[in-house]
């Protein structure tokens, strides 16, 4: 499944352009406010319509300016999830998402119950809207969109007008719906946050244009395309391999030969082989150019300098450790006294308790 966006659109005092490519899994269109995210997305729905454009999904052309196509939006089969749930406050939630089915052509797709219990709403079916949390009301808006059988979903800021508590309690639906829909995704934010959990690829936008894009890992790696001063860092793709509930910790393992990358954090409710991408930012890692001794930090991994760039008084040092790049923060001093050059060998040091469970799917284990 690929996405083809080439699009450009001026509106008095602002003008876009924007051009990416995706493939299957959530594609996240991160900026600040302003960038043109929202646009985009009304652009790909059809809920708007560029002076120039050419937008395919999935080898169906949408939209191609230039030879007079123009799919109108009841026929794109495109799901939309907005900022607000936008439910029929007089249907019961079942009734909200039957009215999903009108909306798709022809039989198949999943099923009511399927959608329920892919989203955690099959003990909600005969309430009302009223009756709801906002994390609620917009996994029945998210089950909506997929009842009408799309080919695509966008979601435009879906977590936005919600609280902490109630962002936690849907990031792991839209982690199940990411991974078992078998749907690509769309998803504005300007969350680096919600962008490391759940992203496979990033398109950064800055005032109309694409300032960057790719994999979420070499994004979220380049502090310059990071807006609004929210710290570079690392993403991780790693796997739960086990829990010891004694110590309080999760021991998380990543890619790599042998034993790969290991990773002590604190303890987390996921069962063992489940995966998560972890967000680890420069500022939590440490350098040593030799193993330490006597250290509390109970993750120490050698590994070697693969880059170095200087940004003001600090130094971003890009260390690779077997298959994983972690990013670090220091001062410029601190680079010159260790002696770091591309190739040479460190140890990256990171606390255990610097791990951020809240960036993971579940909540931690109370102990």
């Known amino acids: 499944m690929t996405i083809e966006v080439d699009v450009a659109l001026r509106r008095e005092t602002f003008s876009l352009e924007v051009a990416f490519t995706a493939d299957a899994g959530l594609t996240a269109l991160f900026g600040r406010s302003g960038s043109g995210k929202t646009t985009v997305i009304d652009l790909i729905a059809g809920l708007a319509q560029p002076q120039r454009g050419r937008i395919v999904v999935d080898g169906t052309v949408l939209l191609d300016t230039e030879k007079g196509v123009r799919v109108p939006v009841h026929r794109r089969r495109i799901g939309c999830v907005f900022q607000e749930a936008r439910l029929l406050p007089h249907l019961s939630v079942r009734q909200n998402l039957r009215f999903g089915r009108l909306f798709s052509r022809g039989a198949g797709g999943p ?8 989203l955690g709403i099959a003990a909600l079916l005969e309430r009302r809207p009223a009756g709801l949390s906002g994390g609620e009301r917009q996994r029945v808006a998210i089950g909506r969109a997929l009842l009408a059988r ?34 690509p995704i ?34 979220l790696r380049r502090a310059d395309l990071i807006p609004d001063g929210a710290e570079a860092g690392s993403v991780l793709a790693m796997t739960v391999e086990g829990h010891d509930a004694a110590s309080g910790l999760t ?8 034993r790969g990358l290991r990773l ?69 001093a ?34």
């Open 251 to 258: 021991r998380l393992t990543g890619p790599g030969e042998g």
């Open 150 to 183: 799309p080919r695509l979903l966008l979601m435009d800021e879906p977590l936005s007008a919600l609280d902490e508590a109630r962002k936690r309690e849907i990031l792991p639906y839209i982690e199940r719906l990411r991974d078992e829909a078998g749907l």
């Open 111 to 118: 099923s009511l119950d399927a959608v329920a219990d892919l």
């Open 186 to 219: 769309v998803y504005v934010s300007h969350s680096v946050a919600e962008v490391a959990r759940l992203a496979s690829t990033v398109v950064v936008l800055d005032a109309g244009r694409v300032a960057g894009q790719g994999p979420v890992d070499a994004v």
């Open 264 to 332: 002590d954090v604190p303890l987390l409710a996921l069962p063992p082989g489940r995966r998560l991408n972890l967000r680890l930012p420069a500022r939590d890692v440490l350098l040593a150019t030799e193993a330490p001794r006597g250290l509390s930090a109970r993750n120490v991994l050698p590994g070697r300098v693969a880059s170095l760039r200087e940004e003001g008084a600090a130094c971003l040092v890009e260390v690779a450790c077997g298959e994983a790049i972690l990013l670090a923060r220091l001062t410029r």
């Open 334 to 367: 601190s680079a010159l006294d260790l002696g770091l050059a591309e190739g040479a060998p460190v140890h990256a040091i990171v606390k255990s308790v610097a791990l951020d469970a809240g960036l993971t799917p579940g909540a931690r284990i109370e102990i």
